[in-house]
């Protein structure tokens, strides 16, 4: 159908036909985009809401059937057993290994893209390499590392795993926001007696600075999100979503949805927020150009 | 850190034997250089002749691989850019497109801790005329207006040496004409010492007191504009700076103040003192605007000569004058440029001409004959008639 529909537009492109005809035609298309775009929204939100909903169930052990409404679960949200320690221990790794691996990671971009150095091609490949690796592989291999080393496994080993996966995806968000700065810039800096400190403070950690924001909010995302790498690694420590993975067997306790939505409503409440500065920001400069 | 005193005056730049080599190539050879203090100095040359690399070095934006560099007489070959007393104003401006007008151009005195810094950028700006700009970001102001800032932003640290990197080059002709004016007349009140680096011949011509042509990393003349563009020494300099006839012949004939060559069977003379080589094979030049046309046989005598006859294969015509390449059997083309005295051209296409110029407006270059095409395939005269002629055609649909 498309492709029919495509070559009627085309010739009607072509051709100086009367509009009504071309009207016509369109209006397929123009109910048919709607209701497929709608139904491919509703395919994604519905696990989003079925959760959301389920936060206000009045649940009893498991959370599956509706029991009525109640606000319990959202008043009283560490009443559920470990919820709340392992949602704080989710927060505590996630701003670690986010702030270990953006300074990390950002220092390796600007090397990569700004020197010239034995093994950097090398190295530039083998940093994609957490990313194409399977993260069972992952787990598995620094499981075993960490099993061989004697190292007590616990907060502190997730915080190594989540640093070592975070960084590939920071040096990648970084090193594209690296390679479309002028080095001019830079020169200028210099040229107007900037010390390599001033120009890198004043210079060039301002102008990458949204590709650092940008990996620091990936990388914090990929690691409060990880499951795999971290159950391999965890010992008896309990992350948010290996909490929810052990007592899905039991049932998931609504507490577990409240924190699950929150975290939702949050990471919504961010997005529509920084939309709408930039939008202010831009209609200031525009109304001042 | 530098100190946190302006520059009472411009500074002498002297380069004493620079090298610099990239890896694959050598981009500055043997380059020594001196520009007195308070000179519009500018260094002209095609792209990838090294003239920027120049600049770099200078700036200490680049290390030179051999060779010194000296500020107003102090070494400043092992220093850092940011502790030499130049600043730049770069090709693409390299404004900081995070920091508003004003805070650009304070960026320099903030870091040398220089008193009133705000009060000195908004006199600067107003120096360039922006000051009402003064808060706004680098990407709302156009394309000439971020070059004013640019420049702006570079004076107001009073560098004993400015650095211009083919700063107009963006512009378009009302505004370049307007910059090169504002560069003039900002070095006549602070009294910098200027170094232009650019590949267009009228810009550093109508700005600098020197110019120096530079060539695959060397100088190959360098002068005041005029003396360059009346004695050209190298076939190269002929022909980037302004358009050049040239003919190459064995010597004929010497006497006490003149030389004569055979040029395809005539006999051309060139004063002594105007011709660089005075035995074996010499190239004789003539421009194209010294040239007489003329529709029958002029009279040859001891103070013109006279090529011909020739056939017209071509005549543009603009207004003010007419450009026409006239074949010359065994010469090849010749261009002459003729004022339009009468009511249109004086020669029709087709037509047979002979041309004449005064013996002392030739001149004889340095070059060996074999050496003298030194840009070859794009540069002959023909295609710079052509050239020359698809920018008159495009100038005139624009007016």
Redesign the interface.
């Known amino acids: 159908m498309t492709v029919q529909e495509g070559l009627v537009i085309a010739s009607a492109a072509d051709a100086p036909h009367p509009p009504r005809a071309r009207r016509a035609q369109f209006s397929l298309g123009s109910w048919l985009l709607p209701v497929y775009t709608a139904l491919a929204l509703i395919f994604l939100l519905i696990p989003i809401a079925y959760t959301f909903v389920f936060s206000f169930n009045n649940s009893l052990k498991s959370n599956i059937s509706w029991r009525g409404f109640t606000l319990d679960n959202w008043t009283n949200v560490c009443n559920a057993q470990d919820v709340c320690a392992a949602f704080g221990n989710s927060i505590l790794i996630g701003v670690v290994a986010t702030v270990v691996a953006t300074a990390l990671g950002t220092a390796i971009a600007i090397a990569l893209v700004r020197y010239r150095f034995r093994f950097r091609s090398a190295i530039s490949l083998l940093l994609f390499l957490p990313m194409a690796t399977p993260e069972v592989v992952l787990g598995a291999g620094l499981a075993s590392e960490f099993l061989g080393a004697g190292v007590q496994k616990g907060i502190g080993t997730i915080i190594v795993a989540h640093i070592m996966f975070c960084i590939s995806f920071v040096v990648v968000t970084v090193k594209a926001r690296v390679s479309s700065l ?1 080095p ?2 830079e ?9 390599p400190a ?1 120009v890198f403070w ?2 060039t950690f ?2 990458l600075l949204p590709g650092i924001i940008a990996a620091a909010l990936l990388s914090f995302a990929l690691s409060f999100d990880d499951f795999i790498i971290t159950s391999f690694n965890s010992g008896s420590a309990t992350t948010f979503p290996k909490f929810v993975y052990i007592s899905a067997a039991r049932g998931i306790p609504a507490e577990a949805n409240v924190i699950a939505s929150a975290v939702f409503l949050l990471a919504i409440v961010l997005v529509i927020g920084q939309q709408v500065t930039a939008a202010s920001r831009r209609k200031r ?1 525009t109304r ?2 | ?2 100190t946190a005193a302006f520059a009472e005056a411009g500074a002498d730049l002297e380069l004493v034997g620079v090298h610099k080599r990239f890896p694959g190539f050598t981009a500055i050879e043997d380059l020594s250089l001196t520009i007195p203090a308070g000179s519009f100095f500018a260094l002209l040359g095609p792209s990838g002749c090294g003239k920027t690399t120049t600049l770099r070095l200078v ?3 680049e290390e030179a691989t051999a060779g010194r560099i000296l500020i107003g007489g102090k070494d400043v070959t092992d220093t ?3 502790q030499r007393p ?3 104003v ?3 401006y ?5 920091m508003s007008i004003i805070e650009n151009v304070a ?2 005195l903030r ?2 801790r220089i008193a009133d810094a705000t009060a000195k950028a908004h006199e600067a700006l107003s120096l360039v005329e922006l000051d009402h700009l003064a ?3 680098p990407s ?1 102001l156009s394309g000439g207006q971020q070059q004013r800032v640019a420049l702006a ?1 570079a004076i107001v ?1 009073r560098p004993a040496l400015l650095l211009l990197d083919e700063p107009l080059g963006a512009l378009d002709l009302k505004l370049r004409r307007q910059m090169q004016l504002e560069l003039k007349s900002i070095q006549e009140e602070v009294g910098l010492t200027f170094l232009h680096v650019t590949h267009d011949q009228e810009e550093a011509m109508t700005m600098a007191d020197t110019v120096a042509v530079m060539n695959k990393g060397q100088i190959e003349q360098l002068g005041a504009p005029e003396v360059l563009y009346e004695l050209p020494r190298t076939a190269f300099v002929a022909n980037f700076l302004g358009q050049s006839n040239l003919f190459t012949g064995p010597v004929a004939d010497t006497t006490a103040d003149s030389i004569s060559v055979n040029i395809a069977g005539s006999k051309i003379v060139v004063p002594r003192a105007r011709a660089k080589r005075h035995s074996g094979q010499v190239t004789i030049g003539v421009r194209p605007e010294k040239l007489s046309l003329h529709l029958t046989a002029p009279e040859k005598t001891a103070e013109t000569n006279v090529l011909g006859p020739g056939r017209v294969i071509d005549v543009s015509f603009s207004g003010v004058s007419s450009q026409y390449i006239v074949a010359v059997p065994g010469l090849g083309s010749i261009i002459v440029f003729a004022q339009n005295m009468g009511a249109g051209p004086m020669a029709p296409e087709g037509a047979e001409t002979w041309v004449s110029w005064k013996v002392e407006h030739g001149f004889g270059l340095e070059d060996e004959a074999s050496a003298a095409p030194r840009f070859t395939a794009d540069d002959d005269t023909a295609t710079i008639a052509v050239q020359k002629k698809r920018a008159l055609m495009s100038e005139l649909e624009e007016a």
């Open positions: 002028d001019a810039l020169e200028a800096g210099r040229d107007l007696y900037g010390s001033q004043r210079i301002p102008l400069l001042v150009g | 850190m530098a700036a200490g934006l850092k850019p940011f130049v600043n730049t770069f090709q693409s390299a404004l900081f497109p995070h960026f320099g870091r040398r808060t706004r970001r709302q932003r640290n």
